[in-house]
């Protein structure tokens, strides 16, 4: 009976016998409400990756390279974005290049790191010093590409 409700046939739509006591509108507006609610869900609790890299050849890369159905991939090119974005919270991986056009990535790890230490911070950039490197992971980054 239910899926005769939801048939695309509309003669048997309308005259179908209700199901819970309501209408086709009602059943309707039900299902609405929980395809709403599986939305918000998923994208409530779905893996956030950040992504904050100036270089936008490198940013849409990296962006279409770690794309997966159960992942949003948030891109930033700068810092303000970048804090912004993190003040929306639910960020769950910090891939951060430290060359930036208004700042230092640097900088934004020890906010990171001070202010929402779960948060997994992997720096990606340019710079591959030893010295760089140590650098990098002293200050709290979690990795070092």
């Known amino acids: 009976m239910f899926l005769c409700l939801l048939s695309s046939d509309e003669d048997r739509i309308d ?3 209700n199901l819970f006591g309501c209408d086709f509108q009602c059943i309707q507006k039900g299902l609405g409400f929980l395809f709403e609610f ?3 869900f998923v ?4 893996e956030q990756l950040l992504i904050v890299e100036d270089d936008i050849g490198l940013n849409q890369g990296l962006c279409k390279a ?3 159905d159960d992942r949003q991939i948030i891109s930033c090119h ?16 910090v891939l951060l290049d430290i ?6 990535g640097l900088e934004l790890l020890r906010e990171i790191k001070e202010n929402t230490p779960g948060i997994p911070v992997i720096l990606l950039t ?3 010093t030893d010295l760089d ?8 980054a979690d990795d070092y590409i």
């Open 133 to 140: 490197i140590v650098d990098g992971l002293e200050r709290g």
């Open 38 to 40: 599986h939305i918000f």
């Open 66 to 68: 770690l794309k997966a």
């Open 43 to 46: 994208y409530r609790f779905m």
């Open 99 to 104: 060359n930036l056009p208004d700042g230092s």
């Open 126 to 128: 340019a710079n591959d």
């Open 15 to 17: 005259k179908s016998p």
């Open 78 to 93: 700068d810092l303000k974005a970048a804090r912004e974005q993190l003040l929306c919270g639910s960020v769950s991986l």
